[in-house]
């Protein structure tokens, strides 16, 4: 029987942990396509295409949302985000587990187009003045883009209902034990399509 | 913040190995509420009340059916299963996992009554003919209730769409570390009471 992939969605706040969780439970958690962004926003120090991102501009990224070749993309702070579909179907064709780190915006919208194969989990601070004391001090940002950040933290708290799970980023390996979890549970998601094909395949059809 | 508790339900057909993955996962999976079912049935060799089942009988069952006292209950093989509440209920508020060994129909019931705290899990053999196979082997039962199980078994596969995952009990060890990732990830689940209190909390509010 032909093995499909299924899709581990990863949101929350800037700040939180998400890009370490995701680095730290590599080894742990088999192999997996970890989906690059696109967006129009300019490259930071050290910053890689293809790597980090796929950097575009305004007008290419407009042309190909029109060309539907976007699973999600969203506004943020002014620059285009959004997820390019081709790889992603790659990965899920190969049996693959796609990880996304989008905002609520983009979960909401990918759960629409293929929430019969989406796991979800939002990963937070465990309070808003620890998220600005970590925004602070890794120091990375200026007071703007730091109160951006805040205001929609602030925003994306509200959907953590949309999730399937959360983890409250207190103690790292804690946190790290359960996003190795929900991403081993992530696999087991069957969507309608290949739960059909489980089904025949187990009556011996 | 006070922690609620969250549900995980486990279905599949009798001889999957339900009952052997989680008592395997006991060790690690952190302190859980396994479910005691009621049942109008008789009880075999060697089960005892109130640790295998809370036998009882049928005008028991029914008044308290009338009282609104189970979260769920069905009629399986002429008798009836349920699931009492009150004791749900206590262990949610001491923040435990409820763990279930339900049918597809209390999976079905449960969801909507309690939907926003449950995750679940189809547990199934690899094939029908495994099934069979299996449910010989263990010589538990004669031949009319293997085939009762098995016209069960065919009628429960068709469900696993309703759930979140599913798990392919092939390989034992392989199954049990994923019902360990799955059991791990159930306690991530948050209702919508506790989102809304968490919120609050996150804010400093």
Same mark, same amino acid.
């Given at each position: 029987?032909?093995?499909?992939?299924?899709?581990?969605?990863?949101?929350?706040?800037?700040?939180?942990? #998400?890009?370490?969780?995701?680095?730290?439970?590599?080894?742990?958690?088999? =192999?997996?396509?970890?989906?690059?962004?696109?967006?129009?926003?300019?490259?930071?120090?050290?910053?890689?295409?293809?790597?980090?991102?796929?950097?575009?501009?305004?007008?290419?990224?407009?042309? =190909?949302?029109?060309?539907?070749?976007?699973?999600?993309?969203?506004?943020?702070?002014?620059?285009?985000?959004?997820?390019?579909? #081709?790889?992603?179907?790659?990965?899920?064709?190969?049996?693959?587990?796609?990880?996304?780190?989008?905002?609520?915006?983009?979960?909401?919208?990918?759960?629409?187009?293929?929430? =019969?194969?989406?796991?979800?989990?939002?990963?937070?601070?465990?309070?808003?003045?620890?998220?600005?004391?970590?925004?602070?001090?890794?120091?990375?940002?200026?007071?703007?883009?730091?109160?951006?950040?805040?205001?929609?933290?602030?925003?994306?708290?509200?959907?953590?209902?949309?999730?399937?799970?959360?983890?409250?980023?207190?103690?790292?390996?804690?946190?790290?034990?359960?996003?190795?979890?929900?991403? #081993?549970?992530?696999?087991?998601?069957?969507?309608?399509?290949?739960?059909?094909?489980?089904?025949?395949?187990?009556?011996?059809?």
């Amino acid at each position: 029987m032909h093995e499909f992939g299924a899709i581990l969605i990863v949101s929350g706040p800037s700040g939180a942990g #998400k890009s370490s969780l995701i680095k730290a439970a590599k080894e742990q958690i088999g =192999d997996f396509y970890f989906s690059i962004s696109t967006t129009t926003r300019e490259p930071r120090e050290g910053e890689r295409e293809g790597v980090d991102y796929f950097f575009t501009d305004q007008e290419s990224f407009e042309a =190909d949302i029109k060309a539907g070749e976007f699973l999600e993309y969203a506004q943020v702070h002014g620059n285009y985000y959004g997820t390019s579909l #081709k790889p992603v179907r790659k990965a899920l064709e190969e049996g693959k587990l796609v990880i996304f780190d989008i905002d609520v915006q983009g979960h909401a919208i990918a759960r629409e187009r293929m929430g =019969d194969l989406i796991t979800s989990v939002f990963v937070t601070t465990p309070t808003l003045a620890e998220l600005e004391h970590r925004l602070r001090s890794r120091g990375t940002d200026g007071d703007d883009i730091i109160k951006k950040r805040i205001q929609n933290a602030l925003v994306e708290i509200e959907y953590i209902s949309a999730y399937d799970f959360l983890i409250v980023n207190d103690d790292f390996e804690r946190a790290l034990d359960s996003f190795i979890a929900v991403a #081993k549970a992530a696999r087991l998601k069957k969507g309608r399509k290949q739960a059909l094909a489980f089904i025949n395949h187990w009556r011996g059809a």
